[in-house]
């Protein structure tokens, strides 16, 4: 059985991951903590902020883009990382959630964005969800 959570892959000048889930809620989980770990962020305090998130999109692909992007811009707008997630609703083609999340004092790196290039999300043979995302730093 799959224990990994998501790697991060080598890229000569972006941020590429490889992510995996046992469900697309996990994977979506885990494609947000690879993000957030890959920020390096010095984080201030141990209070978890909670925000929320609404995202509709036309499938699967472009769901996990739209909600990396909007997580991207929590980030930057409220200088938070975020941990962990409470879906209320979850489909191939719309999400709303509650993100938790920390203060932090500042960002080792900084995502531009999460692109379309290369994205891949699949369930494989084993029924593990696996997606490969590529983000402009």
Known sequence: MQDKKFEILHHTSDL????????KKD??????????????AEVLNLKSEVRE??????????????FLSEINYLNEINKEVYQNIKF?????????????????????????????YDLNVHQREDKIWEATILFDI
């Open 88 to 116: 209320t609703k979850f489909s191939d083609t719309n999400l709303e959630a509650e993100i938790f999340g920390k203060k932090v004092k500042r960002f080792g790196l900084i995502i531009k964005g999460v692109t379309y």
């Open 16 to 23: 590429k991951i490889r992510v995996f889930g046992k469900t």
């Open 53 to 66: 998130v609404k995202i509709k999109s036309n499938d699967l692909n472009l769901l996990l883009v739209d």
């Open 27 to 40: 994977l979506f989980l885990n494609a947000m903590k690879g993000m957030q770990i890959a920020l390096r």
